[in-house]
């Protein structure tokens, strides 16, 4: 039996939706006779495989380094799912979005009232690009199917795995289907 090969991403947000996913507890020993884990933040891959049936993708787009990982993700995935209400909204990270540039948020940040040295962070490679906006990915990519909530719950989560595994379309109320 070959396996789903599964992925999940961490963009801007907190993580709560991964601990959700862990919340799941033992149910995730069933989980691993089904699934591969092929990518994910509580492993240590450097980069987005080839050929992922399902990726959950929890946070917003606020940096280059995640605008580049979710085109990746898009093009390598057979099905993308916004887990959470930062991958569906923007939510919590998209509250800096009313500032302003994030030039000018960096420069108040660490130039007015940080840094003494007045140095802003921007090692290459190191330190990603603040975008200007945060966006919801759907803004980005095409999303497959939307889980809303903030976290969503473990019980949210597992109905939607479970479904998909079936090869049944997930019931999720609020039209976020």
């Excluded at 933040?41 to 787009?61: M, N, S």
């Excluded at 130039?111 to 966006?135: A, C, F, M």
């Excluded at 990519?141 to 903030?150: E, H, N, Q, T, Y």
Aim: proline share 8%; aromatic share 4%.
């Amino acid at each position: 039996m070959n396996r789903l090969k599964l992925a999940t991403v961490w963009l801007g947000g907190c993580s709560g939706c991964h601990m959700s996913l862990l919340d799941l507890d033992e149910w995730l020993i069933d989980l691993a006779a089904h699934v591969e884990l092929v990518y994910s933040p509580i492993a240590d891959q450097k980069t987005f495989p080839e050929g992922v049936d399902l990726t959950l993708v929890e946070g917003a787009i606020a940096n280059d380094e995640h605008l580049e990982l979710i085109q990746d993700v898009r093009e390598r995935s057979r099905m993308v799912v916004a887990l959470g209400d930062c991958a569906v909204t923007g939510n919590v990270t998209a509250l800096r979005n009313p500032l302003g540039e994030a030039r000018s948020i960096l420069q108040q940040v660490y130039i007015e009232h940080g840094d003494p040295r007045g140095v802003l962070p921007s090692t290459p490679g190191i330190v990603p690009i603040l975008l200007d906006q945060v966006i919801p990915i759907h803004m980005i990519i095409p999303v497959d199917l939307f889980l809303a909530g903030c976290p969503p719950s473990g019980p949210r989560i597992r109905a939607v795995l479970e479904a998909l595994l079936a090869g049944t379309p997930p019931e999720l109320a609020g039209g976020f289907g």
